[in-house]
């Protein structure tokens, strides 16, 4: 199994990007909270990973820290939750986050993530309840940003309204709510870059 990866980042798609191992190139779907830690195209990075072997293809889950790869090896343990529906949570709320809302039995933050009904939302309280005490809360609520998100260039603003919606509709948005959540986004940071966009329409979408 491939737990660990450093390499030369290539390519960022959200919620997907490359990293080059030694001239190998390895795709790997992160969490948006890790996207926002990751450092420009061309640096090196280090990401812990999960591999998931199914029948029809070998894939590769990527974290910036070890916390949130534990928490994701968590919640597919869960009953209903795939590696899919684990990332959308993480993309959609931190580690901290996450803990204190189970913590506190808040199935309406954990509804408001894509994929989470409010049977799913139950079943996370009550299965997970008793798993998190190794995770630390500290008091940040959002991750640090460890790359350059400056303003996006004239002239591509479509190009990163587009991808800022293409990531949410993998996320598991509807596309009517990626278009809409992303437009808004534009409104409260205008000229921003596609990362910027999706986290904005992120945060806007989980606290309602």
Do not use: C, W
Request: no cysteine; proline share 4%.
């Amino acid at each position: 199994m491939i737990g660990r990866l450093r390499g030369e980042l290539l390519e960022k798609h959200p919620p997907q990007l490359v990293l080059d191992v030694n001239g190998v190139g390895y795709e790997v779907d992160a969490s948006m909270n890790s996207f926002y830690q990751l450092p420009e195209v061309g640096k090196q990075v280090t990401l812990y990973t999960h591999m998931v072997v199914r029948e029809d293809a070998q894939l590769l889950y990527g974290f910036y820290d070890r916390s949130e790869r534990s928490l994701f090896r968590t919640l597919i343990k869960v009953n209903g939750v795939g590696p899919k529906l684990a990332l959308t949570i993480l993309s959609g709320i931190s580690v901290n986050e996450f803990v204190q809302s189970v913590e506190h039995q808040d199935t309406v933050a954990l509804v408001r993530l894509p994929g989470v009904g409010k049977k799913t939302a139950e079943r996370l309280i009550v299965e997970m309840k008793d798993k998190l005490q190794d995770f630390h809360i500290t008091d940040a609520d959002e991750f640090t940003l460890s790359g350059e998100m400056g303003a996006a260039p004239l002239g591509a603003s479509a190009d990163y309204r587009a991808e800022a919606e293409s990531a949410l509709v993998a996320l598991g948005y509807k596309p009517v709510q990626a278009t809409k959540a992303i437009s808004q986004a534009e409104k409260v940071k205008p000229g921003a870059n596609s990362e910027e966009l999706i986290r904005a329409a992120l945060k806007s979408m989980v606290q309602g």
